[in-house]
């Protein structure tokens, strides 16, 4: 067990105003203290325009605190001699596809970054094979990447910035522009990477994402609202409402069937749950009821 | 379908591929038969891939049909007499990703783009602009801030801005809510509703987000590899699991959990909308199975 002595990355006091030193600034972090550790599954929930976005592209100094500091390991990331080895622990994967991908065809597209790097050829192949293997597109390595579909596309952006060999993937929003499919596949990768070792931090709208992290922090108005295990930060749904977020709907319906049930259990996540939780609860269904045994065996 | 009034959309065996005549030919579109009238909402699925998008862009003039009709409020848009521009203010499209829309520097600059083009005096100009961004939600003060400084979520309504400000009989919109919080996604569905409550109006959603087809839509086709595989009722849709699931797309969250119970062995009826109904139909079985 290798338990880093510092997190992979903090933040304190971080204050970001975009437009800073204009008659109109528009201030986006307020005030985050936040620390995630290495093989963390960080969940970063939050309105529109409640500094998702902001905040994450301070992990790997995108952005720079307008007030207060990010530490990636040991390293300010004000201090660009280090911007190197900031940005190779720390990699993005942003909302659309397109914008990411560089290389015309799919495996070029994934040693673009590390090619880049000085990576020597052998240990450049088998970077390639095993992030293309992570995210399930060996297969289609030869393929024209404009040609992949939005799902695709976007495992594509995960295995080039996996290439990279982070030891922390960021993601804005990576499954918004999915179909259900895509958005299903995409979860998978992250749970198994994460089960691997890798720290993940995605800012997401899609709860059935979130409720597979460690660890939700909520963000309202450029400040961490609430934050704790999914569990925990979906049973206070009066606070998230007032701050324009839903829970996950089988936690939703399963308040709703607390009003009408006596003991239902409010704090189901997954489908899963809900229909195990009503099962429990209305016992074996009549036509299950054991039946006459019909001869055979 | 038997409405006896000309359809503001009416599509007859539209086909379409990309790179015709080339080793690469894909067909996107084949043989494509598709009714929009006045005061439907009409939903369009399919995996991505399936051709939504493509559809969508013949619906105004972007792509002209290789092979089939297409007709506007009556005018075939392969007609050379016909005005496109008159088409466009027509049937407003409203892409998927904002960033693919919105061109200029500052947010009123890109809303007023559409009237001023129309003509418009500058002082109908500056109304149009306000009522749309009103209708949208975004404060008018919004019109001097840098589209670069604005959120996701105000982009979006932006983009939507712009096409309402042109005073469309017919919306086009490419996954509308994709990426937005729950609080924008319903406030953009009510923006929706209110903006089609007018006589005349009618709405084509392309979406993977199978609540907003539950919530809006008054009829919906499936397109699977650029062909119609269902076309009906919302309530007929979702009470085809298997074949949603099959083509990669999936059901609105109340009708997956009446699945799921039904995997349990409970007798429930699997063509709910809405957790409300969901939830009724749950308290129906305590009272069955507790008598």
Same mark, same amino acid.
């Given at each position: 067990m290798i +338990?880093?002595?510092?997190?992979?990355?903090?933040?304190?006091?971080?204050?970001?105003?975009?437009?800073?030193g204009t008659p109109k600034p528009i201030p986006a972090l307020r005030g985050i203290d936040l620390t995630v550790q290495a093989g963390e599954y960080v969940a970063v929930i939050g309105a529109n325009g409640s500094g998702k976005s902001t905040l994450l592209r301070h992990f790997n100094a995108l952005l720079l605190p307008?007030?207060?500091?990010? !530490?990636?390991?040991? !390293?300010?990331?004000?201090?660009?001699?280090?911007? +190197?080895?900031? +940005?190779?622990?720390?990699?993005?994967?942003?909302?659309?596809?397109?914008?990411?991908?560089?290389?015309?065809?799919?495996?070029?597209?994934?040693?673009?970054?590390?090619?880049?790097?000085?990576v020597p050829e052998d240990e450049l192949h088998q970077r390639v094979d095993w992030a293309l293997a992570a995210v399930g597109l060996t297969e289609l390595r030869h393929r024209a990447s404009r040609l992949l579909s939005s799902g695709q596309k976007q495992r594509l952006a995960i295995a080039a910035a996996l290439a990279m060999q982070p030891r922390c993937l960021v993601l804005d929003e990576a499954t918004a522009m999915l179909d259900p499919a895509g958005q299903t596949q995409v979860?998978?990768?992250?749970?198994q990477l994460h089960q691997d070792g890798m720290t993940i931090i995605s800012a997401t709208h899609n709860m059935a994402e979130a409720v597979q992290a460690q660890r939700v922090v909520v963000l309202s108005e450029g400040r961490i609202a609430i934050q704790?295990?999914?569990?925990?930060?979906?049973?206070?749904?009066?606070?998230?409402?007032?701050?324009?977020?839903?829970?996950?709907?089988?936690? +939703?319906?399963?308040?709703?069937?607390?009003?009408?049930?006596?003991?239902?259990?409010?704090d189901v996540l997954t489908v899963t749950e809900l229909a195990e939780a009503i099962s429990m609860h209305l016992g074996q269904p009549l036509e299950l009821r054991p039946k006459p045994t019909t001869g055979v065996r | 379908m038997n409405s006896p009034a000309i359809p503001l959309i009416d599509i007859r065996g539209l086909t379409h591929s990309y790179l015709p005549g080339t080793p690469l030919e894909t067909k996107s579109l084949c043989g494509i038969d598709l009714q929009v009238h006045a005061g439907e909402t009409v939903g369009i699925i399919g995996p991505t891939g399936s051709g939504k998008s493509t559809l969508l862009q013949h619906m105004n003039g972007l792509l002209q049909p290789q092979q089939g009709e297409v007709h506007v409020n009556g005018l075939s848009l392969a007609d050379p007499s016909v005005d496109m521009r008159?088409?466009?203010?027509?049937?407003?499209?409203?892409?998927?990703?904002?960033?693919?829309?919105?061109?200029?520097?500052?947010?009123?600059? =890109?809303?007023?783009?559409?009237?001023?083009?129309?003509?418009?005096?500058? =002082?109908?100009?500056?109304?149009?602009?306000?009522?749309?961004?009103?209708?949208?939600?975004?404060?008018?003060?919004?019109?001097?801030?840098?589209?670069?400084?604005?959120? *996701?979520?105000?982009?979006?309504?932006?983009?939507?801005?712009?096409?309402l400000a042109l005073e469309p009989q017919v919306l086009l919109l490419d996954e509308p809510t994709a990426g937005l919080d729950p609080q924008g996604r319903r406030e953009l569905l009510q923006v929706l509703r209110q903006w089609r409550a007018k006589a005349g109006r009618a709405m084509v959603l392309a979406s993977h987000n199978m609540e907003d087809i539950a919530e809006l839509a008054t009829r919906v086709y499936v397109l699977v590899a650029?062909?119609?595989?269902? *076309?009906? &009722?919302?309530?007929?849709?979702?009470?085809?699991?298997?074949?949603?699931?099959? *083509? &990669?797309?999936?059901?609105?969250?109340?009708?997956?959990?009446? *699945?799921?119970?039904?995997?349990?062995?409970?007798?429930?009826?699997?063509?709910?909308? &809405?957790?409300?109904?969901?939830?009724?139909?749950i308290k129906g079985l305590l009272h069955v199975q507790t008598n």
């Open positions: +338990r880093a002595e510092e997190p992979l990355i903090r933040v304190e006091g971080l204050h970001y105003t975009y437009q800073a307008t007030a207060g500091n990010v !530490w990636v390991t040991k !390293w300010n990331t004000r201090d660009t001699v280090h911007l +190197r080895d900031i +940005r190779s622990t720390v990699t993005m994967v942003f909302q659309v596809p397109d914008d990411q991908i560089v290389a015309s065809v799919v495996e070029e597209d994934v040693a673009f970054g590390p090619e880049n790097l000085g979860r998978k990768i992250l749970h704790g295990d999914p569990r925990f930060v979906f049973a206070q749904e009066e606070t998230l409402h007032a701050l324009q977020l839903d829970v996950p709907y089988p936690t +939703r319906m399963a308040r709703m069937l607390a009003t009408v049930i006596r003991d239902f259990p409010t | 008159l088409i466009r203010q027509r049937v407003g499209l409203v892409f998927q990703n904002p960033e693919d829309q919105l061109f200029e520097r500052y947010a009123g600059d =890109d809303v007023a783009y559409g009237p001023r083009n129309l003509g418009l005096p500058a =002082d109908q100009v500056r109304e149009r602009v306000r009522l749309a961004m009103e209708m949208v939600g975004l404060p008018f003060a919004y019109k001097d801030r840098l589209i670069a400084e604005l959120s *996701h979520g105000q982009k979006r309504r932006l983009a939507l801005a712009g096409v650029g062909r119609i595989a269902f *076309h009906g &009722s919302p309530r007929d849709l979702f009470a085809h699991y298997e074949m949603l699931v099959q *083509h &990669s797309l999936a059901v609105p969250a109340a009708t997956e959990v009446m *699945h799921a119970l039904r995997q349990y062995g409970y007798p429930v009826p699997t063509d709910v909308l &809405s957790m409300e109904e969901a939830v009724n139909e």
